[in-house]
């Protein structure tokens, strides 16, 4: 069997990690040049009842809990203010370890065999060629042919056109990305604010905020949420960093000082990343040779689900074609309808609430999540 990943990232490498531990080769093209092309994100909390699965599937227990940060469990949940209005600390004992995401795909990276992701390797087209069999073409003008393609290659998946013709669509919110770097010396007062893991700030909506984590050492990176339609974003200059920041920051005049800071003193230029989603409940029909893992799949607007479940969906399409020798579609029906099953029941958000505190959810966030407030 020839399978063939397009994209290496988390859920693809996972399956490729899967599939290796079984003795079944793949192979990832990915668009990037090399692993370091660009940043790999901030922080991810790997869940025990998703994430974690999968990393015991691929057998990297041991060189996960290298990569955990401890302390990032802890949480502060503020008003508008800077108030406290919540304090959670980290006593070691949560199902949510935080690892750099940089840091996770290196480890999975590492436990492929060498030669495994073919890097610049940017997809022109997918199309296919019978018997269970497709084509995939590079834009440099190579092509490779495969008895199984599966399509990594998140939001805007290329090899999902050849299951169905679902496109994702804005979802009317968007974070605004900034760090603070050396924030203990220069900015005590706002590193204080954040603590020593995660923060919320907000002011009445569950879309609109505040929120930062602490990173590695001293660094904060901060994900302002607003709810506004792409218009309003597209009148924002973010090549000008200075202008960008204080026009996001308007939107947040009267706030703590040490809040809004996270965005007047960032040390990076404003990044914009809107949110986009497949519709709720995607599926299709079976088609010979060829599946989808991650956002290509089930692409959501961010809820600190969706590497977890990439990286699940990795796992477990790797372990069914490793139960199912000789038999690729049997594999293949059996882990998509897993996958449909759980990308259509999408965890409650009151439940996710009760994952990260407890029986001790404050009352004031689900006030939020019910749309009491503001």
């Known amino acids: 069997m020839n399978v063939t990943i397009i994209g290496a990232g988390l859920g693809g490498l996972t399956l490729a990690r899967v599939l290796h531990v079984h003795g079944i080769p793949a192979t990832v ?3 990037e040049p090399s692993p370091m092309a660009r940043t790999q994100g901030g922080m991810l909390d790997i869940h025990d009842y998703n994430g974690q699965l999968a990393v015991e599937a691929a057998g990297l227990v041991a060189e996960f809990r290298e990569l955990v940060l401890e302390g990032r469990q802890a949480m502060r949940i503020l008003d508008r203010d800077g108030n406290l209005l919540y304090e959670k600390t980290d006593d070691g004992t949560g199902g949510r370890p935080e690892v750099q995401r940089g840091e996770l795909r290196r480890m999975l990276l590492d436990a492929l065999p060498e030669g495994t992701v073919r890097w610049g390797h940017k997809v022109e087209g997918v199309r296919t060629l019978g018997d269970g069999r497709h084509e995939v073409t590079f834009e440099d003008g190579t092509a490779v042919g495969t008895d199984l393609l599966v399509g990594a290659d998140g939001a805007w998946s290329k090899v999902r ?5 679902a496109t994702p669509d804005y979802e009317g919110t968007a974070f605004v990305e900034t760090y603070l770097f050396l924030a203990d010396s220069r900015h005590p007062e706002t590193a204080e604010a954040v603590g020593g893991g995660s923060m919320v700030a907000h002011g009445g909506s569950p879309d609109e905020g505040i929120n930062a984590h602490r990173e590695s050492g001293d660094t904060l990176h901060t994900y302002v949420a607003l ?10 200059d973010f090549t000008d960093p200075a202008a960008a920041a204080a026009r996001v920051a308007a939107e947040f005049e009267g706030w703590a000082p040490e809040l809004t800071a996270l965005i007047t003193d960032g040390d990076t230029a404003p990044v914009l990343r809107p949110h986009y989603a497949l519709p709720a409940g995607l599926r299709w029909d079976r088609v010979p040779g060829v599946t989808l893992v991650g956002d290509a799949a089930h692409l959501a607007a961010p809820n600190g689900e969706g590497v977890n ?8 399409l790797g372990q069914a074609l490793a139960a199912h020798p000789g038999d690729v579609e049997a594999a293949i029906a059996q882990y998509e309808e897993a996958m449909f099953v759980r990308a259509a029941t999408p965890v409650d958000d009151a439940v996710l609430l009760e994952s990260l505190f407890g029986d001790d959810v404050p009352e004031s966030l689900l006030e939020l999540v019910r749309g009491e407030q503001g």
């Open 29 to 31: 093209y990915e668009a």
């Open 161 to 165: 056109s050849l299951l169905t013709d």
């Open 227 to 236: 709810t506004r339609p792409l218009e309003w974003f597209a009148a924002i």
């Open 309 to 316: 479940l990439a990286m699940l969906d990795g796992a477990e």
